[in-house]
């Protein structure tokens, strides 16, 4: 039918793409994840993972607030700036994800030093956060909403990454766990404001076929820090 590619989709279509898209190229089907959920990792592999994968973890409140910065709406702004507390912390008595992720990487053998230095920040790893930080400060604000929907399927990720450190890695202790234990709340919540942003602002099927390539995107950034991290751990 001449001009249905670029009809725009309807809300329930327009979702249907962006969950494809997880469906396809989430990270959890990297043999990386793999491995360590079957329990085939050794503790200076689970090290190297957990001090670079802190590295995203320190740069997604910088993203978040290149995305907020350019909100046109004080509502949305609102309940965006939530991910900041919920990541950076909101003082003392209130510490986030970042916290959460350097008591992982403790557990894990490592130290806050080596998080915070970078000491052993594989270079591909590094080059797909920075390159993630870039896409979100140079697309469209709603672009950087859409990519960070890979939150859509982090729930599922979470839960079975829990019960594969309890079964497999007893020696990492419990309050290591800790940023998993409260990720899928979080997630689903962060989750279903984005996607509420997205159908609103992405009408045309140009800005909704952009939404879907920023999550296809980002689905490229996560896989290939974890390629970075299985060669240097387990090899080609």
């Known amino acids: 039918m001449p001009g249905a590619m670029t009809d725009p989709l309807s ?14 190229k989430y990270h959890d089907k990297h043999s990386f994840h793999v491995l360590m959920n079957e329990g085939r990792l050794t503790p200076a592999q689970l090290k190297v993972w957990a001090l670079n994968r802190f590295y995203y973890q320190r740069s997604i409140p910088v993203k978040d607030c290149s995305v907020m910065a350019r909100m046109p709406s004080p509502r949305d702004r609102r309940r965006w700036r939530q991910r900041l507390v919920d990541q950076d912390g909101a003082g003392p008595d209130d510490e986030g994800g970042i916290e959460a992720w350097l008591r992982l990487v403790e557990a894990c053998g490592g130290t806050r030093d080596e998080a915070w230095s970078g000491a052993g920040l594989l270079p591909g790893v590094r080059f797909a956060v920075d390159a993630y930080v870039h896409f979100v400060r140079e697309r469209p604000w709603v672009e950087g909403v859409a990519s960070s929907l890979t939150e859509l399927f982090s729930p599922t ?14 020696w990492v202790a419990a309050e290591g766990l800790s940023y ?3 990720r899928p709340t979080r997630a689903t ?9 997205v159908l609103a602002h992405c009408t045309t099927r140009a800005m909704q076929d952009a939404a879907v390539a920023a999550l296809d995107f980002k689905c490229d950034l996560l896989w290939a ?10 090899g080609p």
Do not use: N
């Open 189 to 197: 919540k962060d989750s279903d404001h984005a996607v509420e942003i």
């Open 157 to 170: 990720l979470m839960s079975v990454r829990i019960v594969a450190f309890e079964t497999h890695y007893p």
């Open 11 to 24: 809300p329930d279509d327009l979702l249907a793409a962006l969950r494809d898209v997880g469906a396809r």
């Open 225 to 234: 820090q974890l390629d970075a991290i299985y060669w240097h751990c387990v």
């Open 180 to 182: 998993f234990r409260g």
